[in-house]
T-cell receptor, first 112, second 109 residues
Framework: DSGVTQTPKHLITATGQRVTLRCSPR?????VYWYQQSLDQGLQFLIQ???????AKGNILERFSAQQFPDLHSELNLSSLELGDSALYFC???????????FGSGTRLTVV | GQSLEQPSEVTAVEGAIVQINCTYQ??????LSWYQQHDGGAPTFLSY????GLEETGRFSSFLSRSDSYGYLLLQELQMKDSASYFC??????????FGKGTRLSVIA
């Protein structure tokens, strides 16, 4: 157990639907990052939160949004889902803005 | 923009040594990290190099040459459990890590 908790582990949903992925960072970590990993692709950065505020945005689609709550857990909302959104979504956390990342076990999203 | 290049696949024999290279083109480079990911698993942090030279952690070592925009991960005494994907990632200041596409290492008997 890495200390970063992601739920659910698996999600199957239909095109056009909306889903919410949840992440609880490791205790004491203030930074939360969301990455998308498609088949045979590297980890594509989506968005980062630091201590409740959005810190950086990557190639995140307008259909996707995220937030970090006062208890530092984060949610990634994916709407109007398309087949191409099927991927592994990882959450990672770090103590500050530097240092190694600790990844959660990921949510495997399948859009059918 | 940034780009990282690493081989897509490497095969090596159990007990041998393998080197996985990573070249990068970035601006504002701070350091190079390596992560390991087993099939179906989460990436796990292996090493971080901010300065030129070799960092050793057990069977794994990581090297960085900032002047050559190049680094590598060296795995010694390969074991079957080392079969995994290995990602290099660059740190650019306080911005989130940018990952390469990964190298799939297969260790064969």
């Amino acid at each position: 157990d890495s200390g970063v908790t992601q739920t659910p582990k698996h999600l199957i949903t239909a095109t056009g639907q909306r889903v919410t992925l949840r992440c609880s960072p490791r205790s004491g970590d203030l930074s939360v990052y969301w990455y998308q990993q498609s088949l045979d692709q590297g980890l594509q950065f989506l968005i980062q939160y630091y201590n409740g505020e959005e810190r950086a945005k990557g190639n995140i689609l307008e259909r996707f949004s995220a937030q970090q709550f006062p208890d530092l857990h984060s949610e990634l909302n994916l709407s109007s889902l398309e087949l191409g959104d099927s991927a592994l979504y990882f959450c990672a956390s770090s103590v500050g803005l530097e240092g190694g990342y600790t990844f959660g076990s990921g949510t495997r999203l399948t859009v059918v | 923009g940034q780009s990282l290049e690493q081989p897509s696949e490497v095969t090596a024999v159990e007990g041998a040594i393998v080197q996985i290279n990573c070249t990068y083109q970035t601006s504002g480079f701070y350091g190079l990290s390596w992560y390991q990911q087993h099939d179906g698993g989460a990436p796990t942090f292996l090493s971080y190099n901010a300065l030129d030279g070799l960092e050793e952690t057990g069977r794994f070592s990581s090297f960085l040459s900032r002047s050559d925009s190049y680094g590598y991960l060296l795995l010694q005494e390969l074991q079957m459990k080392d079969s995994a994907s290995y990602f290099c990632a660059v740190r650019l200041g306080n911005t989130p890590l940018v990952f390469g596409k990964g190298t799939r290492l297969s260790v064969i008997a």
